[in-house]
């Protein structure tokens, strides 16, 4: 309970309370390319050609505190018409130990951040940002987390390596 909280509130923007599809996803290590000083990081995973290349990630406070609000921005281009019924899947692991395997509607998702627009999102940029509560029983370790999105002709959208610090 406790680590699904804690997923919906790191990757806010992304992830919600929509039924999740159990997927079988491959595990990695991210290579953290966008670090900061508080224990946190990303990179991104996908081809050259994703369809939504994200430029920048930031979260409020930094590092992010257990029991507190968290703010997370996201700046991204958008090059090709984002559709309804693209998904996002969604690998996190607690140090080498994976904790869960998920998949959440992408149109949803992005409703219900700062975006009034609905599905589809045609090609631009977008500055988006959600706040959650982080809980304060968030376990200490490592989380690595990959966010793979894809559109609904299954292309790839993105492709994401968070890694948050919580030892
Ligand atoms: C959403 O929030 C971001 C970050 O504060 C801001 O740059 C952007 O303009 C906002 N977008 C909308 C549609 O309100």
């Not at 919906?8 to 919600?16: D, M, S």
């Not at 409020?60 to 029991?67: L, T």
Request: proline content about 8%; hydrophobic content about 40%; charged content about 20%.
């Amino acid at each position: 309970m406790m680590v699904r909280f804690f997923l919906i509130a790191l990757l806010a923007p992304l992830v919600g309370q929509a039924n999740p599809i159990e997927r079988q996803i491959p595990l990695r290590s991210p290579v953290i390319t966008h670090s900061t000083f508080g224990g946190w990081g990303w990179s991104h995973c996908g081809g050259a050609k994703n369809i939504i290349e994200v430029k920048y990630v930031s979260v409020e406070p930094d590092p992010p505190q257990r029991g507190q609000d968290l703010t997370v921005k996201f700046v991204g281009d958008v090059s090709k018409t984002v559709k309804k019924g693209s998904w996002v899947d969604v690998t996190v692991k607690l140090g080498l130990v994976p904790i869960l395997t998920k998949s959440f509607d992408f149109c949803e998702q992005a409703h219900k951040t700062n975006i009034t627009d609905r599905c589809p999102y045609d090609p631009g940029t977008y500055a988006v940002e959600r706040t959650v509560t982080l809980p304060e029983e968030i376990p200490p370790g490592k989380f690595l987390i990959n966010a793979r999105g894809f559109n609904a002709d299954k292309h790839e959208l993105f492709c994401l390596d968070i890694v948050a610090d919580f030892s």
